[in-house]
């Protein structure tokens, strides 16, 4: 058992009884959903099969949908289930293992997983800096450059999107960050500790009115283009958070800031008015792997190729991703087994974006650098598609973006029948 978990049942929800989202058209989650009930999930059927009235999303009867996957798994020929604890790794007779730890994993095999690669294996509260889509960013406010201009490794000089803020602006910032609403510890979190003295933006903002001024937000180097004779009194800098370049991180802006207040004052900074958040921003206890220097395309664990990892170790967030992660393991491994070729999903598919983001899609600095975190499934990690024109209509704003998403969409589960064979078997 842990602290969060209160049955022996498998697939306990601990949390919320939402698999979010059920729209396979416009929504990440939902498009997700249907990807993996195309690949005969059980987490999916059995989530279906115990289904409660949520408008949109797909809600399940958190008892219900427990026993059915523990039925599932109990009746099936093949599986024993034993609930005894494996201490650190498994034995080293057992030749192909998939590691499906969640975020609290416990001590003894977090240490048994550093020993083996040397990383740290991010048992703390993670400090997570909100996410937006680039697209959706105010070009006539904001700009592309780096302080001082410098390139940087693989840099160009203008590596940043920069968002000034004139002192008006900041020190009403200031206020709101101070002001704002704030999620609680739970009783056995309280005594981890932040992540590299990586505190959150508000705790940095109570300290001084003008530590976030010399800290992440300095103005120095800078240069507005749209108003070049006026120096910004202080700057949020985004940076590129994925290969594709369609999503970018507020640079220092870890919080533990409730996701309401989060939206509000974020979006008063100039540039991020609409902004759309592909994760806001979180501090909770967490364990994962730094994957994408850990994990190989289908998901071994290089300094080990026995193992595998599936599920949240794996820098996913949410129920319905974790498990995702997890059908994917278990069909390399099967394919591996029975000596068939592994072949990731297309990048162009739900599952093919997650996976590719966290082994291998997410920017990463150097050797210190920990800037990957765990997400949630979403659009900006799909390659990007041109909506095809309809002669005489031009679509604008919300319509052309929800068109873009149905696009994806489409093509998103067009590609995933090739992958499965279902197209040619049809044929």
Known sequence: MTEAHVTDGCAELVCSNSFRSDDAETNAVGLLHAEMRRCGSLIM??????????????????????????????????????????????????????????PLTSPVLSEAVHALTGEDSLAFFDAIAPIVHKESLDFSKVW???????????GTGADYINCPLDKAQYEAFIDALTAGDTTEFRDWEKNTPYFDGCLPIEVMAARGRETLRHGPMKPVGLTNPHDPDVKPYAVVQLRQDNALGTLYNMVGFQTKLRYGAQAEIFRAIPGLENAEFARLGGLHRNTFLNSPRLLTGDLKLKAAPRLRFAGQITGVEGYVESAAIGLLAGRFAAAEATGAAIVPPPQTTALGALIAHITGGHITDDKSSRSFQPMNVNFGLFPSIEVPKTPGVRLRGKDKARAKKRAISQRALADLDTWLGLRAAAE
């Open 144 to 154: 592309f450059q780096s302080r001082y201009d410098k390139p940087g490794p693989g």
């Open 45 to 102: 059927a059995s989530g279906d099969d115990n289904q409660v009235p949520a408008g949109g999303a797909l809600a399940v009867d958190r008892v219900g949908f427990s026993d059915a996957v523990t039925a599932a798994l109990d009746a099936h020929p093949l599986i024993t289930i034993d609930r005894a604890e494996v201490a650190g790794l498994p034995p080293d007779d057992w030749k192909s293992v998939i590691v499906a730890t969640g």
